[in-house]
Nanobody, 126 residues
């Protein structure tokens, strides 16, 4: 099992940047594929970015490609989401998720991930 705790959210002006962190407990973090999702009020949870267990492959959704970057540090049991050029429509609760997976395939669906953090609020003002 793994427990996930997100941090780094907050209030930022449009055009600004934030870096979200997701710290994982346990000694098997490197065996998990990781992903970031977000959920805005009244909307479904949306895949943003995923990274394989080794960090060798990443995938970003079209809505954030070129602005957000996912990365991980297995020595620190942490996955990151660097968010640049933030827009008001990026306002949402951001979640990290984990899936025990040694493949090189990045899954986009929420049901593929068995472990979730509590979420961190990101608010972008115009």
């Amino acid at each position: 099992q793994v427990q996930l705790v997100e941090s780094g959210g907050g209030l930022v002006q449009a055009g600004g940047s934030l870096r979200l962190s997701c710290a994982a407990s346990g000694r098997t973090f490197s065996s998990y594929a990781m992903a970031w999702f977000r959920q805005a009020p009244g909307k479904e949870r949306e895949f943003l970015a995923g990274i394989t267990w080794s960090g060798a492959r990443t995938k970003h959704s079209d809505s954030v490609k070129g602005r957000f970057t996912i990365s991980r540090d297995n020595a620190k049991n942490t996955v990151y989401l660097q968010m640049n050029s933030l827009k008001p429509e990026d306002t949402a609760v951001y979640y990290c998720a984990a899936r025990s997976d040694y493949s090189d395939f990045i899954r986009l669906s929420t049901i593929a991930y068995g472990y979730w953090g509590q979420g961190t609020q990101v608010t972008v003002s115009s």
